[in-house]
């Protein structure tokens, strides 16, 4: 541990409280981040380094190759090069949680256990607000601060916003579906509350996994749902006298609750807005940071105006995503609650 004395005043010098952030908290705040949810754990966990520039720059397809073919023998074969694909171009997002010691914190806690208490304390609360903005930037909810420029998954799925500089006519997401009057599922609003969503699941599924699976060898990798329609889902199986399948062993050892549906992880992940399920295929989803502020601690300074020490976690990065119409399916309007679920025994 990172050897820290208290001056006669009270005070710690910058370079013993820097020191203390970056070898004890910040490595489990880091990691404890990424492991708050399924989600952060997909997309954060998977990070990795981009070069610098000030965008980032990921190819994706836009049309299948039309230069090949079978031939016989001495037939011609077509070499003039289509193009199937474009430059899908994206900012970079920054993020940043703030961890300040004010001068009289120091002189009361005047002890390096005290220090380390206040420290742990603070950095735990910076943990939890940073998970909380994250999963809300990747699921589309404001904060208070204004919305984030990361990539959130409903903005990947939609059909008609632009995404990476391209026109949703050029690229669109899987499907972005109110539930609460899908004709694919027999009639207007049968999935108005909990019994008919579960009495529905297997045709939820079925339409919306299709929508996931057009080519061969694709399928999503991942269904991210709340408690209440996991709950719905076990009632539906339940009531077929049928036993889910377990969740893959990679899913298990997290700690999230999860069951399977065609060999799909179908995970709990309760910061999901109330109402939405997301499909997806992560071979398309692809999280990047920059090497320079992959939340990095900037040191402790001193605000000219306060009687204080401050410091900044930093992160810089973006979701970016290759096939737009592989890679996120949404749907939304689904039940919130267990209105007129069914009676559990007595």
């Known amino acids: 541990m990172a050897n820290i004395t208290p001056n006669v005043d009270g005070s710690y010098d910058y370079a013993s409280l820097t020191a203390l952030t970056k070898e004890q908290y910040i490595p ?19 990070s990795r380094p981009n070069a610098s520039g000030n965008s980032i720059h990921q190819p994706i397809e836009v049309a299948d190759a039309t230069s090949l073919g079978f031939y016989e023998k001495y037939g011609t074969m077509t070499i003039e090069p289509t193009e199937f694909a474009k430059d899908a171009s994206y900012s970079w997002a920054q993020a940043y949680a703030s961890v300040s010691i004010s001068g009289y914190e120091e002189r009361v806690n005047d002890n390096p256990e005290k220090l380390i ?22 699921y589309g909810v404001s904060g208070a601060d204004g919305t984030s420029n990361l990539v959130s998954l409903p903005a990947i799925a ?3 916003a632009s995404l990476g500089s391209l026109a949703s006519s050029v690229w669109k997401g899987a499907f972005d579906k109110d539930m609460s009057a899908d004709a694919n599922i027999a009639v207007a609003g049968n999935v108005s509350n909990f019994d008919s969503m579960a009495d529905n ?4 599924f079925r339409v919306y996994y299709n929508k996931m699976s057009k080519d061969a060898g694709e399928r999503p990798t991942k269904v991210v749902v709340n408690q209440i329609f996991f709950d719905a889902m076990e009632q539906h199986l339940s009531d077929k006298k049928r036993t889910s399948s377990l969740a893959s062993s990679e899913v298990a050892d997290m700690g999230f609750t999860a069951m399977k549906f065609r060999g799909v992880d179908i995970v709990v ?50 979701l970016i995503c290759s096939n737009r119409s592989k890679a996120v399916g ?4 689904l039940p919130d609650n267990y209105s007129t679920a069914t009676a559990s025994p007595a």
Request: charged share 30%; glycine share 8%.
């Open 330 to 333: 949404r749907l939304y309007g």
């Open 201 to 204: 699941m297997d045709k939820i």
């Open 117 to 138: 208490d206040l420290m742990g304390a603070k950095m735990k609360n910076a943990e939890k607000s940073l998970t909380k903005k994250f999963a809300d930037a990747f």
């Open 158 to 160: 939609s059909q008609t």
């Open 269 to 318: 992940d309760e910061s999901i807005p109330d109402g939405e399920v997301y499909f997806l295929n992560e071979d398309y989803l692809r999280m990047v940071h920059s090497r320079k502020a992959n939340f990095g601690f900037t040191g402790f300074k001193a605000p000219v105006d306060q009687d204080a020490k401050t410091g900044q976690i930093l992160w810089m990065g973006q």
């Open 28 to 46: 489990k705040l880091v990691d404890n981040v990424k492991k708050k949810s399924v989600l952060l754990s997909s997309l954060l966990g998977g």
